[in-house]
């Protein structure tokens, strides 16, 4: 399978739904697709500005600076004591690491790529990109022998599953014990909402309690897109394994997969600065607090969601059903069959809404129940 194999981009069968949403008379109420819409920190657009005289080519490496912001920011947020600089490396966002890694892995016909049973279709798409297998499981004791790439999304999208230390240390276990590389996506990290992840951090595949004492085949993605507002920038980073970090590096620069040099640049300010995060959690935790009691009362069980951008919920219909019925009170949503065979009657709603579009969401909702 290439590239022009690839089946229609998932989210184009939602058009019609987002129709009959745009008609509601208040307009749309758009929770579909994870996209922020609060404005990018003064800081990190002002230090973006500052570097656009950018003559040369930037690092693929990544600038002194810039390693050194992401490996200061595994040890206070998350952590991950032992980095140093040729532990890190820069990516253009999270999305092409994540369908890129099969490839650059040198994956390809007869190789496994687990992934979870509720997960973002690139995933798959970057195993059958390489003719490999995607497999679809969250219990070690099913993936296959030939297994030579594991995706641990923790917290989940679209659930918002977190795997605690003592599952992520036995899947690294089990993926050590296939000889295979165990990647944690892991770009929801700053957003726990339910106990305990409430008050501690989300681990990482990199933790103590999971790496014991080795990062040898483990890889931590990250991405500022959430956390930041920087979805525009395409700002993300890989960590982990050194030789593993070299492997990608050497392909890379082959490829001419490079951040730009002013988003390294802003890339460096906004590692450094907690306050803006923190900000921007408290901005998602009152979007939540209003919208998920609102579905709720519509109807819906929400399921997992302990973490994350998204509210994962089931009305007990089938997604395309519950997507229309939410179109004509104009809210859009995305169905649970873009994200597993199992899911088909499974919901995802985006915090990632005004404060205003999440009131308005909320009333309909209510008007709904009763």
């Not at 019925?325 to 995802?348: C, K, M, N």
Request: hydrophobic share 40%; with cysteine.
């Amino acid at each position: 399978m290439g590239v022009a194999d690839l089946a229609e981009y998932p989210w184009d069968a939602v058009a019609p739904y987002a129709t009959t949403a745009r008609s509601h008379p208040d307009g749309i109420v758009d929770l579909s697709i994870g996209s922020p819409v609060d404005p990018t920190p003064e800081l990190i657009a002002t230090e973006l500005a500052a570097a656009t005289d950018a003559h040369a080519y930037p690092q693929t490496m990544g600038t002194s600076d810039l390693r050194d912001a992401i490996v200061q920011w595994y040890s206070r947020r998350r952590g991950v004591a032992g980095l140093g600089r040729n532990h890190v490396l820069p990516t253009v966002g999270s999305k092409e690491l994540v369908a890129l890694l099969p490839l650059l892995l040198g994956l390809g016909r007869g190789d496994v790529v687990v992934h979870p049973r509720a997960a973002y279709p690139t995933y798959e798409v970057g195993a059958r990109l390489v003719d490999a297998t995607p497999f679809a499981s969250d219990e070690p004791d099913e993936w296959p022998e030939s297994t030579r790439l594991v995706w641990i999304n923790s917290p989940g999208n679209p659930d918002g599953h977190v795997w605690d230390a003592a599952s992520l240390r036995r899947a690294k276990e089990r993926a050590e014990s296939l000889g295979a590389v165990l990647a944690g996506d892991e770009c929801y990290a700053e957003l726990g909402w339910d106990a305990p992840w409430d008050a501690e951090p989300i681990p990482s595949v990199l933790d103590a309690r999971v790496a014991q004492g080795s990062f040898a085949g483990l890889l931590s993605v990250y991405s500022l897109s959430k956390q930041s507002n920087l979805a525009g920038y395409r700002a993300a980073f890989v960590a982990g394994d050194e030789k593993l970090i070299a492997r990608l590096l050497t392909a890379r620069k082959h490829l001419g997969l490079m951040p730009p040099a002013p988003v390294q640049a802003a890339m460096t300010v906004a590692l450094g600065d907690d306050e803006h995060v923190a900000a921007q959690k408290e901005r998602y935790r009152a979007r939540r607090e209003l919208l998920k009691p609102a579905i709720e009362s519509a109807g819906f069980r929400v399921d997992r969601s302990e973490a994350g951008l998204y509210l994962w919920a089931t009305e007990g219909k089938d997604a395309w059903e519950s997507l229309a019925t939410l179109a004509d009170l104009g809210i859009l949503a995305g169905p649970g069959h873009f994200y597993g065979a199992d899911f088909s009657q499974h919901v995802r709603f985006s915090l990632t809404a005004t404060d205003e579009r999440i009131r308005a969401a909320a009333t309909r909702l209510a008007t709904f129940s009763s």
